[in-house]
């Protein structure tokens, strides 16, 4: 038996022996460590980079993935981006450096950076504990606008299915 948590209400173990739900199996539910109204638009670099297009296409996050936060280790300095910076695809706009090694962030796609996590700065091991959390406690590492040519840039990223795929190779 499961305990169901949500922002509304606590149900206790007790209340849930004698019920059955069945989901249908095209329930849109987000992956792992995705926020809701933004998980059917993230995408992912082949350098672990991860971005989250909003709803109305104009704004964006990007942080890095799940992976390369396990990869690196604790986390203990991350150099963020300056603001604005206009960049371009692969450019790179910051690193992060653990006590194994020292990566760069790449932007994923031509953009323009208008925030920055300055949480990062205090405590560089928040991106260890979500490093694909856009929220206000999460690890992502900049908030971005997104034009034409980085919403066509998007195309050419993985999903996260493609992604999965391609760190298991």
């Known amino acids: ?7 509304h ?5 007790f209340h849930l022996r004698s019920l059955s739900v069945s989901l249908p199996s095209h329930t849109n539910c987000p992956e792992p460590n995705q926020s809701f ?12 980079e991860w971005i989250s297009v909003s709803e109305d296409e104009k704004t964006a996050y990007i942080g890095i993935s799940d992976y390369a936060a396990h990869a690196l280790g604790d986390v203990v300095y991350v150099e963020l981006p300056t603001i604005p910076m206009e960049v371009g695809a692969g450019d790179s706009i910051g690193a992060v450096e653990s006590v194994k090694s ?25 991106i ?28 050419e990223l993985m999903d996260g299915k493609a992604y999965k795929a391609f760190t298991e190779e």
């Open 1 to 7: 038996m499961a305990t169901i948590v949500d922002s």
């Open 102 to 126: 020292a990566s760069d962030i790449n932007a994923p796609v031509s953009c323009k950076i208008i925030e920055v996590n300055e949480l990062l700065e205090e405590k560089p091991g928040t």
């Open 37 to 48: 109204q933004t998980a059917l638009a993230k995408k992912y670099t082949k350098d672990h």
């Open 128 to 155: 260890n504990k979500g490093p694909e959390d856009d929220g206000s406690a999460g690890g992502w590492v900049a908030k971005v606008e997104v034009g034409e040519e980085g919403l066509k840039e998007l195309e």
């Open 9 to 13: 209400t606590r149900t206790s173990i």
